[in-house]
């Protein structure tokens, strides 16, 4: 059997790489040679918290793609292609999460719907164990279970894209991110004729915070044809490649200003407040911040602090005048599906248009450099780190 390589991370900045056969797909299952894996920021947090106990060392990886290489008798029964049967052979980008399909959110939203499903796995995760075969432990067959290896195997019930021969792995292991750009956006996409405009040609939005997903949020906005796309952020070299990236119409840099002049910046900026404020900026002061830059009736979207916080942040928020008195539609990025993440595979494939590839600062070529890399991952230059293995 060939031996084959992959991350499995211990603790802060601890990360083993361990061999193991490369496995024989299950009956149900295919496994795929990496060809592509994006480094996400969830993956720099979880590298970064020190003292966290593992129960064993975990998979990582969860924006990955790669190309057939065995398939089991029954994979396309069992796997769920967007576009056609499979082949060994074939390129598949991977919605990370498989849903259980029976418990009660599954039963209420629809299988598919990460966020929802009480019993789902996430390729690449760092701790989870569901049974003997939807597990994070390395340890345990097929090993192979995060997009940092090798190789990953393929489980029944995942969503797979194929992907077009021309276009780069690098640019389809951006699925992940640009499917949570989208789904942001979905939110904010109320009907027109109502009170809430939504999104339409004489729109003004703002997008907080100049990360990947921020970006690519803006990107999409632009393609939309927003009337006024200003992006907020703290660092003057990431606001200028966000500029460029997206063609925004205004950065602002909010990081001298007091909080009172941040805001009174903004509304003046977009004329009394954006139409649409989609917040991309991990950082729990933001939100108080975003939801003041608001339009009246205006819809606000959290995205970069929707999860749960690490620490509980001490924040001071007057309900009736932050959120009440401006009757704004409020919601947040908790849960995404496949058909999002679908409509985000079909604009990916225009990359020859939207340049997504400046998205990429630091690539790099085999699993020894992911830690170097992810200590780069609070630089000022730095954006979106993906590894690419050399014989793609």
Known sequence: MKKAKLLAVRDYMDVDILEYDVPEPLPDGLVIKTEAVAICGSDIQTMNL?????SFPGNI??????????MGSRANECINSYNGALKVGDRIAVYPWITCGHCSGCLK?????????ENGFIYGGDDMYINDVLNHNPDLFPHFKGGFGEYVHIFAGTY?????DEMPSKIAALLDPCAVAMRAVEEAMTEVSGLFEGISTKTHALVVGPG???????????????EQLVISGRNDNKLARAKEISGADEVINVKPMPVDERIKAVRELT?????????????PDSCIEALQMVAFLGTYVEVGNAASWTHEPKLTLNMPDVVFGRNARITSVCANSARTFDRAFRLLKDYKKMPFEKLITHEFHSL???VPTVKHGHDEDYIKGVLTFENE
């Open 50 to 54: 020190k003292g966290y106990k593992r």
């Open 61 to 70: 990886g969860h924006e990955f793609c790669g190309r057939i290489v065995a």
């Open 109 to 117: 939203f629809g299988n598919g719907i990460c966020g929802a499903c």
């Open 160 to 164: 797979v894209w194929k992907i077009p």
């Open 212 to 226: 990947p997903i921020g970006i690519m949020t803006a990107m999409i906005l632009k393609r939309m044809g927003v």
């Open 271 to 283: 004329g009394g407040g954006a139409d649409v404020v989609i917040n991309c900026a991990s950082a």
């Open 368 to 370: 020894e450099e992911f």
